[in-house]
């Protein structure tokens, strides 16, 4: 008797590495709400809250609590489906992009794992996006020494990011140039969004006596909205707009060689085929 498995192989796409399920999609939004609080709420709390009074220690709660939200998240996704298959591809990406965060690092916003991130959501889902990115975003801490109160945000975020690739329209039927352009243009608007989110959770640790542009948590949440206006276009458009072009870049070089490799591997991943015995010969 001998066990084999056949692979779903048909031009309409493969398989997504995970599937949401019920419990997955609640966990995702309840973590998603917190997030968003906890990138916003120096525009939500309002001067007199205690919030704003512990302004310096803020960042910090929220950085524990995204900890523990984030690995409970992915814990949720990966018991929907993520098996031992999915488990060694998400290990090859995670390493991968890890190692390529470090190049440029420093140099005008050269970050190249953002491209991989975008393509690898793109061909393995929403699912997988998610937990993809955010392990690598932790992977890459690790590797780069980058470790501290802003990498649960860097988690999240990059889990949005990731995702998000994964949610873009016609995963099955858009091929060539036209699914290039849209994976180009996905990246280049996500990257500076990464960027502006990723601003939020760093700006207020900063010094009202520091900077004018800094946080102050006794402001009107006006006059804080023009200080992060200030805040992004003094310290971050250019790494911003770097960190975009590059996406851009190597998404139209690379990405149709990149995408047709990650295609081919989760076609022979076969991550939802059933095995099947065959019968003994006679």
Known sequence: MTTTTTARDSSHGSVPAVRFGPRSVIALALVSAVGLVAFTWPFLAPPTSRLSAHAQDAPWLFAGLLVLLVAVLAATISESGLGPKAV?????????GAALRPIGAGTAGIEPMFFLMVLSGRVLGPGFGFVLGSTTMFASALL??????????????????????????????????????????????????????????????????????????????????????????????????????????????????????????TRRAAFETPVTFDPPAP
């Open 88 to 96: 060694a591809m998400l290990g090859v990406l995670a390493a991968t």
């Open 144 to 265: 780069t020494g980058g470790v501290g109160p802003w990498m649960p945000f860097q988690m999240l975020a990059m889990g949005w990011f990731t995702m998000g690739a994964g949610l873009l329209p016609g995963p099955d039927r858009l091929r060539g140039r036209t699914e290039l352009l849209m994976l180009a243009g996905y990246g280049f608007l996500a990257a500076f969004a990464y960027g502006t989110v990723m601003n939020l959770a760093g700006w207020p640790f900063m010094g009202t006596l520091a900077s004018s542009i800094a946080f102050d948590p006794h402001a009107t949440v006006p006059a804080n909205l023009a200080r992060f206006v200030a805040y992004c276009l003094a310290t971050s458009l250019g790494w911003d707009l770097g960190r975009a072009t590059v996406t851009v870049v190597l998404t139209l070089a690379v990405g149709p060689a990149v995408l047709r490799a990650l295609r081919r591997a």
